[in-house]
């Protein structure tokens, strides 16, 4: 049973609009979470992270949200842009600081 | 620096061949991970390395094994390749404890 979720496998939006990717887990232990990004044909590249203790991140137009008390956690970018089309996922660092749990990914679409 | 790299980019294997898949860091990281990625199912971990001289199994390990065969080379073989095993591997590496990993450009495997 998959401990990262990503309910939604794609998105679109409009450029210059808000983009919200979400996210849930189930694992209470988890400490550390992730978001990554993909373009086709290469590999995730790490985009912005948030420890368990805090509540928001903030890299530029990325800000990352976790609820812990909901198991939630949700990537904003603002304002979008046609070149952050890609698949987006989640990930969490489990208790063994080796084990990284992956959602199954959103492809989100900015139109021009 | 090259970052993670991986051989080869793309093969193709008939059911019951055997194939070793190469990677390799030059980032010093002691941590090395296999993933591979289908459709609908996000990154899941085959296998890990912890350190140089040690592996551990992740959430899909059967059918693979593992050589971390120094602190650079970390290397997935398939000793009988099945049409399930049809994917994409990835390869990434990171500082401990828990450093986000960074991941190489994966190799697109097809077992007919």
């Known amino acids: 049973d998959q401990q990262v979720k990503q309910n939604s496998p794609s998105l679109s939006v409009q450029e210059g609009r808000i983009s919200i990717l979400n996210c849930d887990y189930t694992?209470?232990?988890?400490?550390?979470f992730l978001w990554y990004k993909k373009y086709p044909a290469e590999g995730p590249t790490f985009l912005i992270s948030?420890?368990?203790?805090?509540d928001k991140n903030e890299d530029g137009r990325f800000t990352v949200f976790l609820n812990k008390s909901a198991k939630h956690l949700s990537l904003h970018i603002v304002p979008s842009q046609p070149g952050d089309s890609a698949v987006y996922f989640c990930?969490?660092?489990?208790?063994?600081?080796?084990?990284?749990?992956f959602g199954s990914g959103t492809k989100l679409n900015v139109k021009p | 620096n090259a970052g993670v790299t991986q051989t080869p980019k793309f093969q193709v294997l008939k059911t019951g061949q055997s194939m070793t898949l190469q990677c390799a860091q030059d980032?010093?990281?002691?941590?090395m991970y296999w993933y591979r990625q289908d459709p609908g199912m996000g990154l899941r971990l085959i296998y890990y390395?912890?350190?140089?001289?040690?592996?551990d199994k992740g959430e899909v390990p059967n059918g693979y094994n593992v050589s971390r065969l120094n602190k650079r080379e970390f290397s997935l073989r398939l000793e009988s390749a099945a049409p399930s095993q049809t994917s994409v591997y990835f390869c990434?590496?990171?500082?401990?404890?828990?450093?986000?990993?960074?991941f190489g450009p994966g190799t697109r495997l097809l077992v007919l």
């Open positions: 990434a590496s990171n500082f401990p404890p828990g450093g986000e990993p960074s």
């Open positions: 980032m010093n990281h002691n941590s």
């Open positions: 694992n209470s232990m988890f400490d550390y």
């Open positions: 990930a969490a660092r489990g208790y063994n600081f080796n084990k990284f749990y």
């Open positions: 948030i420890s368990s203790i805090k």
């Open positions: 390395s912890a350190s140089e001289g040690t592996t």
